[in-house]
């Protein structure tokens, strides 16, 4: 098995920018994928293939990846963006997800 | 439209077994790969097991494995997991999720069933 290790937390004003990492050995040569998880819900896709937005999520949300890490960014955070952030990749019939981000909007 | 329905859970002994239900609709469990992801109360996502679109395959998570069985019923639109020898550290909402094989993600995800093993 891999592992996927993510920050804890991350805070920020609203309107600022939001950055939350990834980190695992597979990412090079495996997509990442991360889900928002706001409280009680089911977890929705706000990026696939590292940095490729589904439709119906905001502009604002965007990824990039550089080596074994790859980086979620949000521009301009709003209130609604306060959630749990998951990154998650999947490796040789095993799927695997990080350990999740708390993202508190001050 | 799409639904993914979770049933089954339940507060169970440690050692004992429970068997999980994913009732789809607006699509067919024969068409799509089917996941199930637990969440254990207050901590991250963990995928749990893996039918393909066409049966063939069934992967596990290590911790599982040995355990749980997932399987379908194609004629009830419905994806199985059945969990054996629970423990403790099984409690957790377990989610069933459709995955979209083209672009590799979890597409529609169900509501999730709470399973919570104590004595």
Request: proline share 4%; aromatic share 12%.
């Amino acid at each position: 098995s891999y592992e996927l290790t993510q920050p804890p937390s991350v805070s920020v004003s609203p309107g600022q920018t939001a950055r939350i990492t990834c980190s695992g050995d597979t990412l090079p040569n495996q997509y990442a994928y991360w889900y928002q998880q706001k409280s009680g819900q089911a977890p929705v896709l706000v990026i696939y293939k590292d940095t490729k937005r589904p439709s119906g999520i905001p502009e604002r949300f965007s990824a990039s990846t550089s080596g074994t890490t790859v980086t979620l960014t949000i521009i301009g955070v709003q209130a609604e963006d306060e959630a749990d952030y998951y990154c998650q990749s999947a490796d040789s019939g095993l799927w695997v997800f990080g350990g999740g981000t708390k993202l508190t909007v001050l | 439209q799409v639904k993914l329905v979770e049933s089954g859970g339940g507060v169970v002994q440690p050692g004992r077994s429970l068997r999980l239900s994913c009732a789809a609709s607006g699509f067919s469990v024969s068409n799509y790969g089917i996941h199930w992801v637990r969440q254990a109360p207050g901590k991250g996502l963990e995928w749990v097991a893996v039918i393909s679109y066409d049966g063939s395959k069934k992967h596990y998570e290590d911790s599982v494995r040995g355990r749980f069985t997932i399987s379908r019923d194609s004629s009830k639109n419905t994806v199985f997991l059945q969990m054996n020898s629970l423990r403790a550290d099984d409690t957790a909402v377990y989610f069933c999720a459709r995955y979209f094989e083209t672009d590799g993600y979890f597409e529609y995800w169900g509501q999730g069933t709470l399973v919570t093993v104590s004595s």
